[in-house]
């Protein structure tokens, strides 16, 4: 007979894979060695995919980066006491951009609790109200499979969810294996909630604001519409002739000022001239309702919907506008980028964004790096099926690098896969290349803009002149790190350039595997670049 602890284990693992979970990332440890053994049977009968990596936070990313690529829940499962403190961040980033991560964490048994025993804390409702917990013990009475099913399929796969197992000894399988077991038929719980639609006349001055994970519905109406899109590189939906590359620099000159009305998908994160927009009490604001914990805007609304439609084109003078506004700032951004003595970070997310092919991937990291594709994204083709997506829930460097391998992970071998972030961002999350000999290495190009420091606070109100004599200290924070020794620590190729020519090279023709190149750049001209580029439409 299998003992508690194994049951409850093998029990968890089909009620993921009845949940549709396919991929499974293990942090090691003790305590949740049942688990181990099961999800190891599970993978080698085939019904899951397992990854193992030796730090909880980077194996929660990585579990991230798999869910949010795929759309589909990933799971992650640790030991207890501090490993399982170690998801919170991701499990946070998820909660917030609506991503369905299944953190299934390890416990000792509840007779532990509020002793001195070790590794031993509070873990029933750890991560709050961003993931809801169940909280059960082997052998208890309502640990079975139907239990835990209904508990994983309420939640619809739109949020983090949390399964707490109480696992007392013994932690090893007595029983010689298991075979997998077989999968229950996969349901998702419908919301029940009608969808809301709205059509809109197509009269007023109207611009569509699409940001992370708006999807093609903001392009489609855009184009419907005959509208100016303002699609952020993650919105899913920067593709096609509405698009509007330079939109940031013109919402602050005589264009932005002439919208009356503006329809919002997703969520828009990147620039201040689109919060200032959406913030003014002249512009009607249109919104298309979006995923995550804190789904109200930050904005005035005057419609909240799940659809939007319109009844027919808009006066086509106003995208001419648009348009023509667009090509010639573009013009002579790419002039001004040009004209400079040295490689700039604008140019390196530019040939970044050319290299990926149709189909390919790309995973762009927060501060900087984002805001610079945003102005230099490639003209992409409707129906390329090229996938950008960044952790724009909250927005933050953590896990940049194991989240872009699991979304790498996560896609078809055969397509291109590339990660555009800053040094920080990299050196933020080292342990991502941590990745043992038995493991899965997807292809994957990651181009880290070093410059050495902290540069987006240089274009804040911290890095103005008078703060001069403690900005380092404070904020640009100089590291002085050698990647290429850090990357041959980790048996990483890495590659280091510094002119356009060297990186278009260096993306043209990829090694395979997981290889870094870094471009490096200036960090100390930095506010006067970003000055001189919102010059432009002066």
């Not at 086509?316 to 506004?325: G, L, V, Y």
């Not at 992409?380 to 909250?394: D, H, P, S, T």
Request: proline letters at 7%.
């Amino acid at each position: 007979m299998t003992n508690p602890s194994t049951a409850l284990a093998r029990t968890a693992v089909t009620a993921l894979r009845g949940s549709a979970v396919r991929e499974v990332v293990v942090a090691p440890g003790s305590r949740n060695a049942p688990l181990s053994f099961a999800l190891y049977d599970a993978a080698r009968a085939g019904g899951i995919r397992l990854h193992t990596r030796v730090d909880e936070r980077t194996a929660a990313f990585l579990a991230l980066g798999l869910a949010k690529v795929s759309g589909r829940p990933a799971a992650v499962t640790c030991t207890s006491g501090t490993a399982v403190a170690n998801l919170l961040p991701a499990v946070v980033e998820a909660a917030h951009a609506g991503v369905p991560l299944v953190v299934v964490t390890a416990d000792r048994p509840a007779r532990m609790r509020g002793t001195g025993a070790n590794q031993t804390t509070e873990q029933d409702g750890i991560f709050g109200a961003f993931a809801p917990t169940l909280d059960v013990a082997a052998g208890q009475e309502g640990a079975g499979l139907d239990e835990l099913l209904a508990f994983l399929r309420s939640h619809g796969h739109r949020r983090p969810v949390h399964l707490n197992l109480q696992l007392d000894e013994p932690l090893l399988p007595d029983d010689g294996g298991w075979d997998g077991g077989e999968a229950p038929d996969w349901i998702v719980a419908e919301a029940g909630v009608a969808a809301e639609s709205l059509v809109l006349d197509p009269g007023p001055r109207t611009v569509v604001v699409a940001g992370d994970d708006a999807g093609p519905p903001a392009r489609v109406l855009a184009e419907k519409a005959g509208w100016p899109l303002l699609a952020e590189p993650s919105s899913g939906c920067r593709t096609g002739d509405s698009v509007v590359r330079t939109y940031r620099l013109l919402l602050a000159g005589e264009l932005g000022a002439q919208v009356e009305r503006v329809v919002v998908h997703g969520h828009p994160t990147l620039s201040r001239p689109v919060s200032r927009l959406l913030a003014r009490t002249d512009v009607e604001v249109v919104s298309v309702r979006s995923r995550g914990r804190w789904a109200e805007r930050p904005f005035p609304v005057g419609h909240e919907v799940d659809h939007v439609d319109v009844s027919g084109p808009s006066d086509p003078a106003w995208s001419a506008q648009w348009r023509d506004a667009d090509r010639r700032v573009s013009r002579d951004l790419d002039a001004l980028l040009a004209a400079e003595p040295d490689l700039t970070p604008y140019e390196v997310a530019g040939a970044v964004s050319r290299a990926l092919p149709p189909r390919g991937l790309l995973f762009v990291g927060a501060s900087n790096p984002v805001r610079d594709l945003d102005l230099m994204v490639a003209p992409y083709e409707v129906g390329g099926r090229r996938k950008v997506i960044a952790n724009r829930g909250l927005a933050g460097i953590d896990g940049t690098v194991s989240s872009a391998v699991g979304a790498a992970l996560g896609r078809p071998r055969s397509s291109r896969a590339i990660a555009l972030m800053g040094d920080v961002t990299f050196l933020h999350d080292t342990t991502g290349l941590v990745i043992g000999p038995r493991e899965e290495r997807p292809d994957l190009t990651i181009v880290v803009v070093n410059d050495d420091g902290g540069s987006i606070f240089a274009t804040l109100e911290q890095g103005a002149p008078e703060h001069a004599d403690r900005f380092d200290t404070l904020f640009g924070t100089p590291h002085g790190v050698d990647l290429a020794s850090l990357c041959a620590a980790m048996r990483v190729p890495h590659l280091r350039v510094a002119s356009l020519p060297e990186l278009e090279h260096a993306l043209s023709s990829p090694n395979g595997g997981i290889e870094v190149v870094e471009a490096r750049v200036r960090r100390d001209n930095r506010r006067e670049l970003d000055e001189k580029i919102r010059a432009l439409t002066l």
